[in-house]
């Protein structure tokens, strides 16, 4: 006889939503989907700034979004902004939308993106879990979550896109933990 894994569950256990059958499965997406306008809707709890941003359109970046953007990831702490990797805007922009396709219609909280090597020593430091060399310092990382979904599935998604490496990091509470995304070697792991 042969025992299935249970699937992870997507949502609180307050919630009456059940999880689509099919999350972790954004390779099936079709070219429609990657051809239409791109539209990030974020949320900095560190800052309270929330935004709602048309970055990319007709194929092109917009540059005064992306600068936005770029601005909402920087370095709350150490006060710097740096170039952010388009991709992984994108990673997190599919994710989003992805999700939407589903009722899911949350802002992606940004808990982390860009930080400055100091900012990342200090994290480190303080028995944060940070890498030394992190994709956080290149722009290329944001440590973010969605309201309502689980490590498991918000991560399996991200995951899904292969674009860079996804860590998971459990926490209990209400908010719950978060995902890393990056635009490095596929990878995974647990922090």
């Not at 006889?1 to 059958?21: E, G, H, I, Q, S």
């Not at 709350?76 to 899911?104: E, H, M, S």
């Not at 808990?111 to 090597?117: A, D, F, N």
Request: aromatic share 8%; with cysteine; proline share 6%.
């Amino acid at each position: 006889m042969t025992t299935l894994a249970a699937a992870p569950r997507a949502f609180a256990a307050d919630d009456k939503v059940a999880p689509p059958p099919d999350l972790f499965d954004a390779q099936g997406l079709d070219l429609e989907f990657w051809l239409k306008p791109r539209v990030l809707s974020v949320v900095r709890p560190q800052s309270g700034e929330k935004a709602k941003v048309l970055f990319w359109q007709d194929g092109q970046l917009i540059d005064s979004a992306y600068q936005e953007l770029c601005h909402i990831l920087r370095d709350v702490n150490g006060r710097k902004t740096a170039a952010i990797d388009p991709k992984l805007l994108d990673t997190l922009w599919g994710t989003q939308a992805y999700c939407a396709r589903f009722g899911i219609e949350q802002p992606l909280e940004i808990l982390s993106g860009y930080r400055t090597p100091e900012s990342n020593l200090r994290l480190i430091e303080q028995g944060v879990p940070a890498a030394r060399q992190s994709l956080h310092i290149k722009g290329k990382a944001a440590d973010v979550r969605i309201a309502r979904l689980t490590p498991d599935v918000l991560g399996g998604l991200v995951r899904s896109f292969r674009q860079g490496g996804v860590g998971f990091y459990y926490r209990e509470g209400p908010k719950g933990g978060w995902i890393h995304a990056d635009t490095g070697l596929q990878r995974t792991w647990n922090g």
